[in-house]
């Protein structure tokens, strides 16, 4: 669930969907040392008796509100990855149920195939140097043909970010047209051609600009549950250098477009509470996120019974007792458009 449900889902100032949250449990703060399979397999053993002996003095009518997200649509598409066996105790539900409740619940079939992609790479956990672009990452878990630009931009805010990115006041800012200038000189290249490379290393070697998009208020969708906030990206294309009367320019001819993002369980974060029947996001989870801590009370409603918080820290659990949970790194396709800008060396 930065950058959610993908990584990154802040939830902050989000109106809260879950009401009169039950006492009882105390708020966990990320511990870097993972836990053995024995303990995690004995949280998931003990998990309904905690939940079901727990303070109840503090819920909500159930009557007065719509607490939870609860769309019941079913998938229309089938996911493309098969996962393993969930691995649940007595009907227990852990993150490994969470893919069937986006699908079958939520209608979140790209976030159900994203994080079973997940679920089924060997164990492999992403460092910050490789999530911000400073270290490479392992091709084996780069992903380039899960998420498509014509899919992305079926949300409106996908549409606007990429609009924004593609507007002459972004794609040609001062700041744009340095980076084209210290990336082609660097080259030394005259005549660039980049149709060949493949979309990572296009970026690593060309990328020049991005416009961040985050979410709409009060929005979750598939878009909210597979990628959250994310970026486009501009590279140079094609362009080639030229001397006239002395002076040295740039003209830049085709440019290619696309989507880059991580999905990863770095650090302390709040991804709602799940069970069965569906998800529900607690304002106060979400405000949490800022400070490293994730929310980790039950909550209850009328319509979705006893759910569980979910964070990063239960994936990394999983991840750590079954060696398997694969952090990966997500390309798009790309989009090239002929453009003509001249950018004068020195």
């Not at 200038?181 to 149709?195: E, F, H, L």
Request: charged share 25%; hydrophobic share 35%.
């Amino acid at each position: 669930m930065g950058k959610t449900f993908v990584s990154n889902i802040a939830n902050l100032g989000m109106t809260s969907n879950m009401k009169g949250v039950g006492g009882g449990a105390k708020l966990k703060e990320y511990d870097p040392q993972t836990n053995a399979k024995e303990s995690f397999l004995e949280k998931m053993d003990n998990d309904k008796d905690l939940y079901l002996n727990r303070m109840r003095g503090n819920y909500t009518d159930p009557g007065t509100a719509d607490y939870y997200i609860n769309q019941g649509v079913a998938d229309s598409q089938a996911g493309q990855c098969v996962a393993p066996p969930a691995h649940t105790t007595d009907k227990e539900f852990t993150v490994r149920d969470i893919p069937d409740v986006m699908r079958g619940k939520l209608g979140w079939p790209k976030s159900a195939e994203l994080m079973e992609l997940w679920f089924s790479k060997p164990a492999k956990e992403m460092t910050l140097s490789e999530k911000e672009g400073d270290s490479p990452y392992d091709s084996n878990y780069t992903d380039t043909g899960l998420f498509s630009l014509a899919w992305l931009e079926r949300f409106e805010r996908a549409k606007k970010g990429k609009s924004a990115l593609v507007s002459s006041e972004v794609l040609w800012s001062d700041n744009a047209k340095l980076e084209i200038i210290d990336i082609v000189m660097k080259s030394g290249k005259k005549v660039i051609d980049n149709s060949a490379l493949d979309i990572v290393s296009l970026h690593d070697d060309w990328q020049f600009q991005l416009a961040r998009v985050g979410y709409d208020f009060g929005v979750v969708d598939d878009l909210y549950g597979s990628l959250g906030n994310f970026a486009f990206y501009a590279a140079i294309h094609k362009a080639y250098v030229e001397e006239i009367e002395g002076e040295k320019y740039i003209f830049v001819t085709e440019i290619a477009i696309y989507m880059k993002d991580t999905f990863e369980f770095i650090g302390s974060q709040y991804l709602g509470h799940w069970n069965e029947h569906g998800m529900g996001i607690n304002v106060l989870g979400g405000a949490l996120n800022g400070a490293q801590m994730e929310w980790a009370m039950p909550g209850w409603n009328y319509t979705l019974g006893i759910a569980e918080a979910f964070g990063n820290s239960e994936f990394r659990d999983y991840r750590a007792g079954f060696a398997k949970g694969g952090d990966l790194l997500l390309f798009s396709d790309k989009e090239t458009t002929r453009v003509y800008e001249k950018i004068k060396v020195s």
